[in-house]
């Protein structure tokens, strides 16, 4: 019978390598938890000096079933997908398209005016255009003489 030679220095990197596991499962990813019945919604955010532009996917939604609440620099855009009803006789063999609510809130970096903002919908592709608020726009001070 061989004698297997004890080896601490291994045994502690394995439990360095469970507990790194464990606290990369533990925390909450940036964008939160997505349950199996969430629908993604991917979106695009740029920003110029007047306005911030914001592209966000909602493939299946129809454009009167999203709702876009701004609240200061917060903006939430919610969308609904209508199942199919099931028909009589009917036998699904594979369902994977999802239906349920898709929602998102982002935090812009400046107040926005909402009064002028405008949405578009394009081929399931909802595009924003939000106006800084003049509070939020860069001013300059001149110099006067004294």
Known sequence: ?????WEPL?????LRDAMNSLFQESFVRPGGVLSPSAIPMPMDVAENE???????????????????????????????????DEKKGETWHVRERRHGTSQRTLTLAAPISSEKATAKFDHGVLTL??????????????????
């Open 1 to 5: 019978m061989a004698m297997e030679r």
């Open 10 to 14: 291994k045994d502690m990197v394995s």
């Open 50 to 84: 007047n306005e911030f532009i914001v592209k966000a996917s909602l493939p299946g939604i129809k454009p009167e079933n999203v709702q876009i609440t701004v609240h200061g620099d917060s903006i939430t855009i919610r969308g609904d997908i209508q199942a199919e």
């Open 129 to 146: 255009t939000l106006p800084k608020a003049e509070e939020a726009k860069p001013k300059q001070i001149k110099i006067t003489g004294a």
